[in-house]
């Protein structure tokens, strides 16, 4: 499946992942992210739930902060 990820398109072996999926594939172990699907933010309670398909705008934003 081809998907949009964060602005760069990437083939994924699979069709259909959830959000959770993706991060462990892509390995995005960090604790604090923003996630889009299509400009729809997903909830942290819905990454498992959450479908990403075919030709889908997907974004991961990490969250930092500092002083």
């Known amino acids: 499946m ?4 964060n602005n ?7 069709d259909g992942i959830s959000v959770s999926e993706l991060l462990k594939y892509k390995n995005y172990t960090f604790k ?5 699907i299509n400009g ?10 959450a ?3 075919d030709g889908d705008d997907v974004h ?4 930092i902060s500092g002083g």
């Open 51 to 53: 479908m990403i398909g």
């Open 8 to 14: 760069i398109p990437e083939d994924i072996a699979l």
């Open 60 to 63: 991961v934003l990490h969250l």
């Open 2 to 5: 081809k998907i949009l990820l």
């Open 40 to 49: 729809e933010l997903v909830k942290k309670t819905e990454y498992d739930t």
């Open 32 to 36: 604090m992210l923003v996630i889009k």
